[in-house]
């Protein structure tokens, strides 16, 4: 699926992303403040017949997994809209709060500043296997409807801005 800030192939049997792809360079980065109060909602473009994950299928209680952006917020706070569509559930994956706030969040935040430096950054990431750990114990899934991942990844190529990296530039 094409969406307008980042591209994804999703799992209608997992109920998540199989990759979510994006590029990401400074003029993607704004102020934009994070939408409150709940802003995670279902995606109505996926094709007629596949179910919509919807922000609710998380149970906290029973798994203590956040939802986690594949294309972050932060890349794409540019404008108010653009944060906004990253709130879609189909660019979401279960991960533990230890994952999504640390290891996680420090990958993100070291691409945001090699873009802020003039980097060119094309990023893909996703979910591996199925069932996890949690504060909470072992699960396969959130609901029985979203697969909670073995693994997280991440791709980041790094790139000198500018036409003459391209390879035939």
Known sequence: MKKDWFSLSFNN???????VSWQLVASDFGHAPRPEPDPFAPDTTLPAGFRRVKPSDYKFTHTAMD?????PNADRDKTTERAA???VMTNMVPQTHELNAKAWARLEKYSRQLAAGGKELYIVSGPAGRGGWSAKGFH???DGHVVVPAKCWKLVMVLDHGPATRPGA
């Open 67 to 71: 939802r986690g952006h594949m294309c």
């Open 85 to 87: 569509h990253t709130f």
């Open 13 to 19: 049997s997992k109920g998540t992303p199989n990759w």
């Open 140 to 142: 396969n899934t959130t």
